[in-house]
């Protein structure tokens, strides 16, 4: 494809129309004060959306010229790049609240929001949507497992004793093994030995490829470019979080399970709705319930050890009693919504409604350490 015709084609779409917003961003970091936290991090938050759309796509990008197996796997891998180096950044800040906070909300905002609206947009346009019910069985026991792995160190902490707690670090280093176990065998289940149950969904992932083929060499120069300038931004971000919560009179808990997540989360948003648009109800569910699978087996677990080395103290996957509901809520809806293989606008308007119910609980919880959304 000429290289006037895909410039202009990226022109046209709206998420690159905010680069302008990534040397704003790094132009206040250096020279703006705490009065300008808020601005600082409404521009960083604004450039990580164009950045991370060239991380997703430059991995796609990679895994279509790859063979199906390590395509399949690339994508699985580092579909969700954009939301660990953020967490990793906040990490090593020791910001442990917004990093538990940013892994539930991005399973709050892929199962409640981005399916949410994908389905209300798919519904406006289809009357009934289907969708391949086989694999998405897989995905909702895959999703319960998840659930589990965040509830079970967080009962842990509710019953056991202080002088008990060097078992509840050995506990979530058990977990986060169990995960990454899980997760490769998901990969191994998906990718070699039932990919028929993803049949559909894999059948539509290799239609239409509106942004052009890139070369390989140009693919992965691009995705360390962004990937880089994604880190530095993260920075921004991160270290705007404390100011910018205490301006806005927010909590760090719901900024790490609102804003961040939907942030970190636009492009592939944008990929969901749009395939829902196209009738593609499949892949619109492969990638809003398969990054959701991926934040709690493989990123979450990676964080938790990652903690050891780069964080002030290791990380824990125990969450506050309301963030244990908050868990629960967007699994248990999704059960309930995809038992049927049908889809209708309806069904996405209850999803959009828990979210603005579950957005609007967390707005206002008081910041109290008596009352914590996410423990730190």
Same mark, same amino acid.
């Given at each position: 494809?000429?290289?006037?015709?895909?410039?202009?084609?990226?022109?046209?779409?709206?998420?690159?129309?905010?680069?302008?917003?990534?040397?704003?961003?790094?132009?206040?970091?250096?020279?703006?004060?705490?009065?300008?936290?808020?601005?600082?991090?409404?521009?960083?938050?604004?450039?990580?959306?164009?950045?991370?759309?060239?991380?997703?796509?430059?991995?796609?990008?990679?895994?279509?010229?790859?063979?199906?197996?390590?395509?399949?796997?690339?994508?699985?891998?580092?579909?969700?790049?954009?939301?660990?180096?953020?967490?990793?950044?906040?990490?090593?800040?020791?910001?442990?609240?917004?990093?538990?906070?940013?892994?539930?909300?991005?399973?709050?905002?892929?199962?409640?929001?981005?399916?949410?609206?994908?389905?209300?947009?798919?519904?406006?346009?289809?009357?009934?949507?289907?969708?391949?019910?086989?694999?998405?069985?897989?995905?909702?026991?895959?999703?319960?497992?998840?659930?589990?792995?965040?509830?079970?160190?967080?009962?842990?902490?509710?019953?056991?004793?202080?002088?008990?707690?060097?078992?509840?670090?050995?506990?979530?280093?058990?977990?986060?093994?169990?995960?990454?176990?899980?997760?490769?065998?998901?990969?191994?289940?998906?990718?070699?030995?039932?990919?028929?149950?993803?049949?559909?969904?894999?059948?539509?992932?290799?239609?239409?490829?509106?942004?052009?083929?890139?070369?390989?060499?140009?693919?992965?120069?691009?995705?360390?470019?962004?990937?880089?300038?994604?880190?530095?931004?993260?920075?921004?971000? /991160?270290?705007? /979080?404390?100011?910018?919560?205490?301006?806005?009179?927010?909590?760090?808990?719901?900024?790490?399970?609102?804003?961040?997540?939907?942030?970190?989360?636009?492009?592939?948003?944008?990929?969901?709705?749009?395939?829902?648009?196209?009738?593609?109800?499949?892949?619109?569910?492969?990638?809003?319930?398969?990054?959701?699978?991926?934040?709690?087996?493989? /990123?979450?677990?990676?964080?938790?050890?990652?903690?050891?080395?780069?964080?002030?103290?290791?990380?824990?996957?125990?969450?506050?009693?309301?963030?244990?509901?908050?868990?629960?809520?967007?699994?248990?809806?999704?059960?309930?919504?995809?038992?049927?293989?049908?889809?209708?606008?309806?069904?996405?308007?209850?999803?959009?409604? /828990?979210?603005?119910?579950?957005?609007?609980?967390?707005?206002?919880?008081?910041?109290?350490?008596?009352?914590?959304?996410?423990?730190?």
């Amino acid at each position: 494809m000429p290289a006037v015709s895909l410039i202009s084609r990226y022109l046209r779409n709206p998420i690159y129309w905010l680069a302008p917003f990534i040397p704003i961003a790094e132009l206040l970091q250096h020279s703006g004060g705490h009065s300008l936290a808020a601005i600082r991090f409404g521009c960083a938050a604004l450039a990580l959306i164009p950045v991370s759309a060239l991380m997703v796509e430059s991995t796609e990008q990679i895994a279509d010229q790859s063979s199906e197996t390590l395509g399949g796997l690339l994508n699985a891998t580092f579909g969700n790049a954009p939301e660990l180096i953020i967490a990793l950044i906040a990490l090593k800040a020791g910001l442990f609240d917004v990093v538990k906070a940013s892994i539930i909300g991005v399973i709050l905002a892929n199962l409640l929001f981005v399916l949410g609206l994908s389905l209300l947009v798919g519904g406006l346009y289809f009357r009934v949507q289907k969708f391949n019910r086989q694999g998405v069985r897989v995905e909702r026991s895959v999703l319960m497992i998840a659930a589990i792995s965040i509830v079970l160190p967080s009962v842990f902490d509710n019953f056991v004793s202080p002088e008990m707690y060097q078992h509840e670090s050995q506990l979530n280093i058990s977990v986060a093994v169990v995960l990454l176990v899980t997760y490769a065998l998901n990969l191994l289940f998906m990718l070699k030995t039932h990919p028929h149950y993803y049949a559909s969904k894999k059948a539509e992932e290799i239609l239409e490829q509106e942004t052009g083929q890139w070369s390989l060499q140009i693919s992965i120069a691009i995705l360390l470019a962004s990937s880089v300038v994604l880190a530095l931004l993260s920075e921004v971000l /991160v270290g705007a /979080v404390e100011e910018t919560a205490k301006h806005l009179g927010m909590s760090k808990a719901f900024i790490g399970l609102i804003i961040i997540a939907l942030i970190g989360g636009t492009p592939e948003s944008v990929a969901a709705v749009t395939m829902a648009r196209k009738n593609k109800l499949d892949l619109t569910l492969g990638i809003a319930v398969g990054s959701s699978i991926q934040i709690a087996l493989f /990123v979450a677990p990676i964080l938790v050890l990652s903690s050891y080395f780069i964080a002030p103290r290791p990380l824990n996957l125990v969450v506050g009693n309301a963030g244990i509901m908050i868990v629960l809520f967007p699994v248990m809806i999704f059960s309930m919504i995809a038992a049927d293989g049908k889809s209708n606008w309806f069904k996405g308007v209850q999803l959009l409604s /828990v979210y603005l119910l579950i957005a609007l609980f967390c707005y206002f919880l008081p910041d109290i350490p008596e009352l914590p959304l996410i423990k730190p």
